[in-house]
């Protein structure tokens, strides 16, 4: 193992899924052990400040290293493969981004322990999914989650038409696609689009999760309708004023290891 609570992971195989999407399948030894049922959840990827990936317990320095936190797209247990889905769609790109666009097969990367996040409640009435592509895998992951009955609507911001990807959706769940080609400078159009949607009768559940400014339009808007706080989740994933422009999913900061030695037992 790489150590309590961090576990070292291979490279096997990298994609693009679409222009700004890029698919990464990793294996190795350290997950062998790695929990099961946790697609929608994340882990926190290690990077030096220089931008470089960490790949063992042994490189870690107090204070000296940056989290970057994603979503875990999928786990197979059978062939040993967890997979995250790297948005690309910023300007100047982060340093997940970057090291998402130019690893390669057997390229090693050290990440914590997973952690779930709330995801949809698959007893609503209807459902409103909604984001950019920062929350994309995650909103792909609550879609599974959802009956073949589900009724509702997705609506997903992404940069450009060859963005959009085929969605697993039960029939009553309608999808919508905005094209916004400078995400993080027009927050308001992923609010428009929600705006346009007809509002269903009974008790829905409301997931979505994007760029802070759009997402705080977005929740103020949905706060409106004085949904139960247990029939909602609504989370800025990204932030672009962060220096290096910050990826994945979560409150957007730099993740500063001052604690690490004494987690570690250094």
């Given amino acids: 193992?790489?150590?309590?609570?961090?576990?070292?992971?291979?490279?096997?195989?990298?994609?693009?899924v679409t222009p700004h999407?890029?698919?990464?399948?990793?294996?190795?030894?350290?997950?062998?052990?790695?929990?099961?049922?946790?697609?929608?959840?994340?882990?926190?990827?290690?990077?030096?400040r220089n931008g470089q990936a960490i790949s063992k317990k042994s490189q870690l320095r107090i204070g000296q290293y940056l989290g970057r936190i994603y979503t875990i797209r999928s786990f197979n247990r059978d062939n040993?493969?967890?997979?995250?889905?790297?948005?690309l769609y910023r300007r100047n790109a982060g340093l997940a981004s970057k090291w998402a666009e130019l690893?390669?097969?057997?390229?090693?990367?050290?990440?914590?322990?997973?952690?779930?996040?709330?995801?949809?409640?698959?007893?609503?009435d209807w459902f409103l999914?909604?984001?950019?592509?920062?929350?994309?895998?995650?909103?792909c992951c609550n879609l599974e989650r959802l009956p073949s009955h589900a009724q509702g609507y997705v609506m997903i911001e992404v940069v450009s038409e060859s963005d959009k990807q085929a969605l697993k959706v039960p029939e009553g769940m309608a999808v919508s696609w905005i094209i916004n080609d400078n995400p993080g400078k027009n927050s308001d159009a992923l609010l428009t689009g929600i705006k346009s949607l007809p509002w269903k009768d009974g008790n829905p559940y409301v997931w979505m999760a994007?760029?802070?400014?759009?997402i705080n339009k977005i929740r103020s808007y949905i706060e409106s309708y004085n949904l139960d706080k247990e029939n909602t989740y609504i989370a800025s994933f990204w932030k672009p004023s962060y220096a290096e422009g910050n990826d994945g999913i979560g409150k957007q900061i730099?993740?500063?290891?001052?604690?690490?030695?004494?987690?570690?037992k250094f």
């Fill in 1 to 16: 193992m790489a150590g309590k609570g961090y576990r070292t992971i291979v490279v096997k195989k990298t994609t693009k």
């Fill in 21 to 48: 999407m890029q698919r990464i399948i990793f294996t190795g030894d350290d997950l062998v052990d790695f929990p099961d049922e946790q697609e929608g959840g994340y882990v926190k990827l290690l990077f030096s």
């Fill in 80 to 87: 040993n493969e967890l997979v995250i889905e790297f948005s």
């Fill in 103 to 124: 690893t390669k097969p057997g390229d090693k990367i050290l990440i914590d322990n997973p952690k779930l996040i709330k995801l949809v409640d698959d007893k609503s």
């Fill in 129 to 139: 999914l909604a984001g950019d592509m920062s929350g994309l895998p995650a909103i």
């Fill in 210 to 214: 994007g760029e802070f400014d759009s």
């Fill in 254 to 264: 730099d993740f500063v290891y001052k604690a690490i030695a004494k987690m570690l």
